[in-house]
């Protein structure tokens, strides 16, 4: 594995160069295809399957004519905006190591994806669901707030910070989804706390596709080692996608150019 993951980092390092020399309106195009893909794919691993019209029209803010769309226009738009919130806190410099993501920050990302809940300051659960998509063991609720804070703590330990990025992330999603602190939007919350890492160490986001849906599930109700290879096969997937991109753009603007 360690050769992947040294193999993987030298192609996002090719990536990073990338992005640094691309002016920003195909950084804004590139990320704008990112979204679609990332909101769509995060809905479906939770079995709600968006068209492109759906994902459009809710992230260019249309008027919405058909009212029955409504909820699924703002579930999407407030996925977008947790996804923006999330790029924005990656880029702030860290003052130091220690302290850098606390369960408040787990809690706004909830928050921003379940604005119902927020008047409500965003309570943890109280019952263990009945109906759930997910099927693993879960934390009893007198227990979420101190697996929220050990996790937390975890991050900061020396032996974790000795872990490649990678596998620190995906093992932070893994203890996350294993606590599942509410009932709605736990996934999803989980899948933007690991982004966070990614993002934070000079990754693209792993998005793990819905093909891959039974696949993550079962993971998850199996050791912590099951998932790193699944979340390493989505971020290589990531950083050969966007590599293609940007080479691909640039090759139509060569050809255009010998055109003229």
């Not at 709600?48 to 459009?56: A, M, T």
């Not at 991050?155 to 893994?174: C, F, G, K, S, V």
């Amino acid at each position: 594995m360690e050769m992947k993951y040294f193999e993987l980092d030298a192609r996002a390092e090719v990536l990073r160069e990338r992005r640094q020399r691309a002016s920003q309106a195909v950084l804004s195009e590139f990320d704008e295809k990112l979204d679609v893909s990332w909101i769509y794919h995060d809905h479906a691993l939770e079995g709600v399957v968006l068209s492109y019209h759906e994902l459009k029209a809710a992230i260019d803010k249309r008027i919405i004519s058909d009212v029955t769309l409504i909820p699924m226009y703002e579930e999407i738009k407030n996925y977008k905006s947790a996804i923006e919130w999330v790029r924005d806190l990656a880029r702030q410099p860290l003052k130091n190591k220690k302290g850098a993501i606390t369960p408040d920050t787990l809690k706004a990302i909830h928050a921003i994806l379940t604005p119902d809940e927020r008047a409500k300051g965003n309570p943890y659960r109280k019952d263990n669901p009945l109906h759930r998509l997910y099927f693993h063991e879960i934390a009893t609720p007198d227990k979420i707030p101190a697996r929220m804070k050990k996790l937390c703590e975890w991050l900061d330990e020396e032996e974790t910070q000795h872990l490649h990025p990678i596998e620190r992330a995906a093992r932070a999603h893994y203890q996350f989804m294993a606590i599942y602190p509410w009932s709605k939007n736990s996934g999803k919350t989980a899948r933007l706390f690991m982004n966070l890492l990614l993002l934070r160490d000079g990754y693209p986001p792993a998005v793990i596709h819905s093909i891959e849906r039974q696949r993550y599930y079962d993971v998850l109700r199996a050791e912590t080692a099951g998932l790193v290879p699944l979340v390493f096969e989505s971020l290589d997937n990531a950083v050969e996608t966007a590599i293609r991109f940007f080479d691909e753009l640039k090759e139509a603007r060569r050809q255009a150019r010998r055109a003229s």
